[in-house]
Structures are given as C-alpha cells and as structure tokens.
C-alpha cells in the first residue's frame, strides 16, 4: 500500500494524466472526399467494368451505404454544408465560398475536434478550392480561391498537380465535333493519358503527403483528424497511362440505355447543363468520356489504398474512424446527361463508406445525408454533440441494419434553384420556392431510371400537392437556425 505521504502527489499524478488517457481512449478519424464520384462507379455499388480493389475491401471491412445523398449537387454548396453542420440555404454558402461569414465563431466539424483536442490537419481539397491545376506552389498554408477555412485546421497542406498540361496523349472532347480543338482544361471533358508516375499528380502528391502524417503519427498520444481529399475523378480526365489501360479500346465501353423523348416530360431546368447536344458529344467522344473517367475513379481508387496502407502500417486502424465519400455524385451518360447539378439520383446520391473500430461490417439502406457525419463522429468520439446542428447522429443505423433516423432525404440544386426531396418510394423535385419553373415526380418503385415524369399527371396531384406542403416547411424548418442569432 502506497505511503501516506505519497497519496497526494500520486493524485496529482493521476489527474495529470488523466487528459492524456481520455485523449489516447478517443479514436481517430480519416475522412477521404473524392470528388465528382459517382457511387455506380465502384465495384461495390455493382460496376463490373471500373476497377477500384482498395475501395471494394474497404466496402467490405465497414458499412456501405446504399442510400446516403449530398446536401448540395455541386462542389461549393456541398462541402461548405457538410463540414459546417448546416444545409446551404441555412449558410447562404450557394457557391463557392467559405461558411465561415455564416458561423461567426461556432466551430466546423474539423474545428470542433480541434477544440477538443485533436490535431486537426487537411491535405489537398476538402473545403473547395477549385481544382488545384497548373503548375504553382501555392504553398502548405494557403488555399486556391479563399474557400478554405483556417480555423478547422492544425496544419493544411495543398498539392498541386499538371492537370490537363500533364505530357501524354491528350484529346478535348467537349465541344470538338471535328477534333480541332487543342487540349485545354477548366472544366473541360478533356482526356489526359499522362507519361509519368502518379506522384507527379495531384491525388498521388496527396497520398504521399498522407503517408507521411501517419508515420509520424504513430506513438504519439494526441488523437488525429486528418482529411485527404482527392480531385480525382473531377474534369479534365488525367492519370497515368497505366490507369486507362483496362479500359481500351473505348469503343468497347458500352452506354446507358437511351430512351426516346426522355427530357418531353422535364421541366427546362431539369435538363442538365452539359448534355450530349450542347456537349457536341457524338458516341465515340462519350464512350472516351466513359473510359477517362473510370481511368481516374482507378487513379483515385489506388491513392485511397495507398493511404489506407499506411494507416494500417502506422499501427493505428484499430484506433481510427475511417469515412470514404464524394462531395456529390455524377452523371456518365444517363439521360444523355454529363457531370453534376442534376437532383436525378446520379447527381443527388453519393458513395458513403464507413469503417468504426468495433463494428461488424455490413449494408446499411437506410436514408441519410452527408449532414449527419458531423454530429455521428462527434459522438462515436466521446465529444459534445452541438444542439444547434442541422445533421442527424447515426448511431442507431449504425448499430441496427433496420434502424432508420430520418424518412426524407433533402438536397439543392442552387444554380437551377432546384429542390429534392427523396423518400422511401418518391423523388420529388421542384424549381424555385414557388415551383413557377416545375416539377418532377418519379415514382422509384416502379420507374427507378427516372424515366417518367409524373407530375402533371391529374391522378398524382393530391401527391405532388403534398410534397410541395413538405418542401415549405422543410425549408422554413432550415432556415429557423441559430446562425443569425
């Protein structure tokens, strides 16, 4: 039995060290965003075609979520909504800027395990800051376009690739009928087969920069939160040659079904931005467009498994939440429709892949929304969960395949000021506050293509009437938030 001399200088002990144990107890957390994924892209969603082996394992050692939808179907709105903990119309973040005007002091989700201290750090694009393209260093501290959010991070590092200047073979396919057209990028469909290794790339500099921060990561008692996103597969089309190779020739690659008259029965704002008319796509330009894409997914894919390596070789993955997703989805074709901004399930929905220390793995089919990963990890992790946030804790799903949270899952289109609503059986879609520039109904039980509008049909107006009434008060029940308080 201890003196009793020493008595107090052993509770002295005990309670200094008593943050350091709590700390060590909490797990980790690794968030990896692609960027422009569109979940029927990976093997684990049902793609026989697209090769992504380290997200199918992953898939396989955590939960996938087959029903899980974005908050906003661009980059801007999206990732602004799921790290503050709020939908865009509560931030007013409708583009491409920071949430912070709107927060004022509250805490993002990375800043709020900051706060609880976490070593918080960010490698490449999380918040967005455009596609980190060309050739200038921008530095490990500083953001492309101001839509980064220093607070949320310990340390930030950007990594800047070649894009579509990358040396290779490269053909823009956008707009380029008679093949003219020089290489060029923005957000070009462009087709880059770069000559060159993968660290000379965005996503690979990212994976490497990754690999570094887990090493030294290990044996230290501080928790970690460290996101990694990757631009991949984001226009233009760029990867090493390796990568495209089970994808040739692209004339092999087939095309989504088409179906006449598709768009007679959409609204004008329904009709996608980019489609193969105003793309000037004809099918060898969009079987390319197919083979490019799965070409980054690829890319992508390898980078994920690069860094999930050396979680595991850091000795760490049994401390650490690992959460895969995309800021959005996107569309390769469907509805002769190309990328995003649509609130069609290509666009709306996202891949969502979550490993928990603990958890056996599994299928969850309940709805849920990019919104709710703040408040769920916040939880997992033993931290404070605010009252003020807008996401759902899915502790319940996660636990219970038969558990649900929600019965509606909720997403914008701002650029078309387009609404979804998407529950158990219906899609739900309307333009402006007001639906003065339509609507769309699909019944997903019968129609899951979204092939036929129901909306004007007189049968179905009690229902459009109906989610209309839901919409108004989702939308009032959004922006009744603390933010302007």
């Avoid at 502790?395 to 609404?419: C, E, H, I, M, Y």
């Amino acid at each position: 039995m201890p003196s009793p001399r020493l008595l107090p200088c052993l509770a002295l002990l005990a309670l200094a060290c008593a943050p350091a144990a709590a700390a060590a107890a909490r797990p980790n957390v690794l968030l990896i965003v692609a960027d422009d994924l569109t979940r029927t892209a990976l093997g684990s969603y049902g793609n026989r075609i697209c090769r992504t082996p380290n997200l199918d394992r992953l898939a396989a050692s955590g939960l996938r979520f087959t029903r899980a939808y974005c908050q906003g179907t661009y980059c801007g709105p999206s990732r602004a909504s799921f790290l503050s903990g709020y939908y865009p119309h509560a931030t007013g973040v409708l583009g491409y800027t920071s949430p912070r005007a709107a927060l004022g002091e509250r805490a993002t989700w990375p800043q709020h395990f900051r706060q609880a201290g976490y070593h918080t750090a960010r490698i490449g694009k999380i918040y967005h800051m455009g596609v980190p393209g060309g050739v200038e260093d921008h530095g490990p501290g500083r953001d492309y376009n101001g839509a980064d959010d220093p607070a949320s991070w310990t340390e930030r590092w950007n990594t800047p690739g070649p894009e579509w200047r990358a040396s290779g073979t490269g053909e823009t396919l956008e707009r380029n009928p008679d093949g003219t057209k020089p290489v060029m990028g923005g957000n070009t469909f462009v087709v880059v087969e770069a000559d060159g290794d993968d660290d000379e790339h965005h996503d690979g500099k990212a994976a490497a920069r990754a690999e570094e921060f887990l090493r030294a990561r290990r044996g230290r008692p501080e928790p970690f939160f460290l996101a990694v996103g990757f631009v991949r597969p984001h226009v233009p089309f760029v990867a090493p040659r390796k990568y495209f190779a089970p994808y040739l020739p692209y004339e092999n690659l087939p095309l989504p079904p088409k179906v006449p008259g598709d768009w007679d029965d959409l609204p004008k704002p329904g009709i996608n931005y980019k489609t193969s008319v105003n793309m000037q796509f004809d099918e060898r330009r969009q079987r390319k467009a197919i083979g490019g894409y799965y070409a980054s997914v690829s890319f992508m894919d390898a980078q994920v498994g690069r860094v999930l390596a050396a979680l595991e070789a850091s000795g760490l993955a049994d401390d650490t939440i690992v959460i895969f997703t995309s800021d959005h989805g996107f569309h390769l074709g469907e509805h002769d429709f190309w990328a995003k901004v649509s609130l069609l399930e290509e666009s709306a929905q996202v891949p969502l892949l979550v490993r928990v220390p603990g958890r056996q793995p599994g299928v969850r089919d309940a709805l849920v929304e990019l919104v709710d990963l703040f408040p769920t990890t916040a939880a997992i992790c033993g931290l404070p969960v605010p009252a003020r946030l807008q996401g759902r804790d899915l502790a319940p799903v996660l636990a219970d395949p038969g558990a649900r949270v929600r019965d509606t899952a909720f997403s914008v289109a701002p650029s078309t000021k387009g609404f979804l609503l998407r529950d158990d059986r219906f899609a739900f879609i309307q333009y402006q506050e007001d639906a003065a520039a339509g609507v769309e109904l699909y019944d997903l039980a019968a129609d899951p293509g979204q092939y036929t509008n129901l909306a004007r049909r007189p049968e179905h107006a009690a229902t459009v009437a109906g989610y209309r009434e839901r919409l108004t008060a989702t939308l009032r029940s959004v922006r009744n938030n603390d933010l302007g308080r």
